[in-house]
């Protein structure tokens, strides 16, 4: 059996707000794995879903650049957040998302790019490591866009032009009243960076995230019944399932959230009902959030090894 550290633990109730005991036991259930382990508390009722706060330590900026018809999102990354406030930095950060809204989205050619001084992006990102002395790196880049319609972008709490660290994104098809529309995409790139929605749609939901919010919603039914003394059949639990589901989707795809301006109607909604206005129909067709550090494991230090490491031992 893996070995639960004190650190293990606390990195599961900061996933999952569920008590130390709860963690520890969840913890030698699961032989130590983390994410198993937040399963196993979700479906005894004693977590919600993962906290991705707790996965998240990469510091550096996000930056966002649109035209009318097409928007890119980019994200550098730095080992502190000392960089970020870097003046060089950040004028980094802004020319590589000018130079990206002429490119087409994929991080590894936006690297071979021209910058400037006859550098490419890579090329003027080592030279400005060798300037700072701390590492970075170009991690990810997206870009989306219309035929007819309009690309909005929003930063929240941005440094400068753009630049901040959630970045939203959303592209409108439609051949209505561009100032309206604009007025619209504002509004649900906002909601985008608020809500941070996995998906557009229901069909697009990744098969492996379903498939294991299904498992967990059909183990918490089954495990609420018993603790009443039932034992309830797979075909009840399954219509039980339904509505936990629909919450599901509510929470992750983009046109089945509720609106954050108006909690009462979901964004398909609003959209149709913009679409009046507007003077012409109007399609959601991708949007972009870029979070700093989203997805980026933490990394542990153990000062005692390392100062054993130093000494030889």
Request: glycine letters at 8%; hydrophobic letters at 40%.
């Amino acid at each position: 059996m893996a070995q639960i550290t004190a650190a293990t633990v606390k990195e599961l109730r900061e996933k999952t707000g569920a008590g130390m005991m709860d963690c520890k036991k969840a913890l030698s259930e699961t032989d130590g794995n983390i994410e198993a382990a937040v399963d196993w508390l979700r479906k005894k009722g004693l977590a919600t879903a993962a906290k991705k706060a707790g996965r998240v330590a990469a510091q550096g900026l996000v930056a966002i650049k649109v035209s009318d018809k097409e928007g890119v999102a980019i994200e550098v990354n730095s080992e502190t957040d000392f960089v970020s406030k870097n003046e060089l930095f950040q004028n980094y950060v802004g020319k590589v998302a000018d130079i990206a809204l002429s490119g087409n989205g994929e991080v590894e050619d936006l690297k071979k790019m021209p910058f400037e001084n006859g550098k490419d992006v890579q090329g003027a990102l080592t030279d400005l490591i060798a300037k700072i002395g701390e590492n970075m790196n170009l991690r990810r880049c997206k870009k989306i866009g219309v035929d007819n319609g309009i690309v909005v972008g929003y930063m929240h709490s941005a440094i400068s032009a753009g630049i901040g660290k959630i970045g939203a994104i959303v592209a409108l098809e439609s051949t209505g009243d561009k100032e309206k529309l604009s007025a619209l995409g504002k509004n649900l790139a906002m909601h985008v960076a608020a809500s941070a929605p996995v998906c557009l749609n229901i069909v697009d939901v990744p098969v492996d995230m379903e498939e294991r919010e299904k498992a967990v919603v059909r183990d918490q039914i089954a495990e609420e019944d018993k603790q009443k003394g039932k034992q309830t059949p797979a075909d009840i639990i399954d219509k039980k399932m339904i509505g936990k589901i629909r919450k599901f989707h509510e929470s992750v795809v983009l046109n089945e959230q509720f609106y954050i301006m108006d909690d009462k109607k979901q964004i398909k909604d609003v959209i149709k009902e913009a679409s009046k206005e507007i003077g012409a129909p109007v399609e959601l067709k991708s949007f972009i959030r870029f979070s700093l550090g989203e997805g980026i494991e933490k990394k542990q230090e153990d000062f005692a090894a390392e100062v054993a490491a130093a000494a030889g031992k």
